[in-house]
């Protein structure tokens, strides 16, 4: 069963236009929940993360909403840029099990010029 | 700060060997956590060691194993290798707190043939 679904394998948008990636998750334990990203031949970095408490937490171009009534997740990115073209990978945790994260299958993101 | 390291980059086994992965953590991060990804079930969660011990443990056989040392350094181990152990195998690192925000390494490329 996967608990994280991220149902969109990719997407292509246009530079300086917004970027929406989602996630949907199934389990009601997890309370925080986080975005990663991934460059070929490379380990996935940290983007932003959020905790169950908040619906929107911002860094930079880099903006997530939760909506735990839905159990739904998104990651803004505005403006996109070429350099943000990767797989992005939402994942959750529940307090339980703090640092067992359950990853979502990706999306690649391609940024066109 | 020195990021994740891990060796080797890439290795080469025959089904039925073992093998021996390694993980150098980040300095001062005390959690280290193991993923396996593949094509078919994406990042999937193995194991966390924090202090020497076994804190989480995902859905993996037994022939998965792994171990801490007092440096935080960690090493998982195969045994009885299969064809479907073929994987990118990622460490992470990361502080106690916030619980999720982890810090990957460049992975472990296994194939077993």
């Known amino acids: 069963d996967q608990q994280v679904k991220q149902n969109s394998p990719s997407l292509s948008v246009q530079e300086g236009r917004i970027s929406i990636l989602n996630c949907d998750y199934t389990n009601s334990m997890f309370d925080y929940f986080l975005w990663y990203k991934k460059y070929p031949a490379e380990g996935p970095t940290f983007l932003i993360s959020i905790s169950s408490i908040k619906d929107k937490n911002e860094d930079g171009r880099f903006t997530v909403f939760l909506n735990k009534s839905a159990k739904h997740l998104s990651l803004h990115i505005v403006p996109s840029q070429p350099g943000d073209s990767a797989v992005y990978f939402c994942a959750a945790s529940d307090s339980q099990g703090a640092q067992k994260l359950v990853f979502g299958q990706g999306t690649r993101l391609t940024i066109n010029p | 700060k020195a990021g994740v390291t891990q060796t080797p980059r890439y290795l080469i086994k025959t089904r039925g060997q073992q093998v021996t992965l390694s993980c150098s953590p980040i300095?001062?991060?005390?959690?280290v956590s193991w993923y396996q990804q593949t094509p078919g079930q994406g990042l999937q969660f193995l194991f966390e060691y924090f202090s020497e011990t076994q804190r989480n443990k995902g859905n993996f056989p037994g022939r998965f194993s792994g171990r801490q040392f007092s440096n935080s350094r960690s090493e998982m181990n195969v045994s009885t290798l299969e064809l479907g152990d073929s994987a990118l195998y990622l460490c992470a690192s990361s502080l106690v707190l916030p619980p999720g925000e982890q810090y990957f390494g460049p992975g472990t490329r296994l194939t077993v043939t």
């Open positions: 300095s001062g991060h005390r959690s």
